[in-house]
């Protein structure tokens, strides 16, 4: 989506520096001002530049932003983007601090049900296909690390980006980019990751491959449940494989 208005004149480089520092945000997390000092921390660059051209002093800039803030950490860049635009074109600090109040919460929400509860736990599967499949553990946890990293940074450098094209316009943004979606087609593929692990698991081991009176009602469950549930069961799920992998894995280092 194109930004509102023309883009604010600002040295890239405070954008970058703003945007380092953002990996930091949660550095001073407590439960008073939650990641406030963080994020007051990673607009320290651009406010300084401002307040060599402004009458306001530093200090009294930084204490606007100190005060308490929450939102997803990877997701918070998109309000830190969006207030350094804000800031820089001279927007009323009453209006600044309305419009954390209001995005933070939906950024919470947002960044948990497509991080913590999506992303994470899908890239945690394609491991533990790897795993089952017999992949070297080395090229196992490069793959996780680079596979999540790659999307945890895409998230930050976009939300960063949109917020700063934006400004206070960032929740028409937000909408129009259609991060539920996104979850739900993560979803999709958690589960049929756990499809796939559950196959590789029967086929892998020889006490599987024979039908038994623990597989054939335990197939029967999963089965129901999958028609009954739907995707509400494929985090279960995931954890309920998790398990039963640990478990086995236990078993077969005592033997």
């Not at 402004?54 to 204490?63: G, I, K, N, S, Y």
């Not at 929450?70 to 998109?78: D, G, I, K, Q």
């Not at 954390?100 to 533990?128: F, H, R, Y």
């Not at 009176?213 to 089965?223: M, S």
Request: proline content about 6%; hydrophobic content about 50%.
């Amino acid at each position: 989506m194109a930004p509102m208005t023309s883009e604010p004149r600002l040295p890239r480089t405070l954008l970058v520096a703003s945007f380092l520092r953002s990996f930091a945000i949660q550095g001073s997390w407590n439960y008073r001002s939650m990641i406030g000092g963080g994020f007051a921390f990673a607009l320290l660059p651009v406010l300084r530049w401002l307040a060599r051209r402004r009458d306001e002093p530093l200090d009294m800039a930084v204490r606007r932003h100190v005060e308490r803030f929450n939102a997803h950490p990877y997701l918070a860049e998109v309000a830190l983007g969006a207030v350094a635009r804000m800031e820089v074109e001279g927007e009323d600090p009453a209006v600044i601090r309305r419009f954390k109040q209001a995005i933070g919460g939906p950024l919470g929400a947002m960044g948990d049900s497509l991080v913590w509860a999506t992303w994470l736990p899908v890239t945690l599967l394609v491991a533990l296909v790897m795993g089952w499949a017999g992949v070297a553990p080395p090229v196992i946890v490069v793959t996780f690390l680079l596979l999540y990293n790659t999307g945890h940074l895409g998230l930050r450098l976009w939300g960063y980006r949109s917020g700063w094209s934006a400004g206070k316009e960032v929740g028409a943004l937000l909408q129009g980019a259609r991060l539920g979606r996104l979850t739900d087609r993560l979803g999709k593929c958690g589960a049929l990751l756990v499809g796939v692990l559950l196959g590789l698991m029967l086929m892998g081991e020889p006490g599987f491959t024979e039908p038994s009176w623990f597989w054939r009602p335990l197939a029967v469950v999963a089965f129901a449940g999958g028609v009954v549930g739907k995707q509400r069961v494929w985090r279960p799920s995931a954890l309920a494989v998790v398990v039963v992998i640990a478990a086995l894995t236990s078993l077969q280092a005592l033997r």
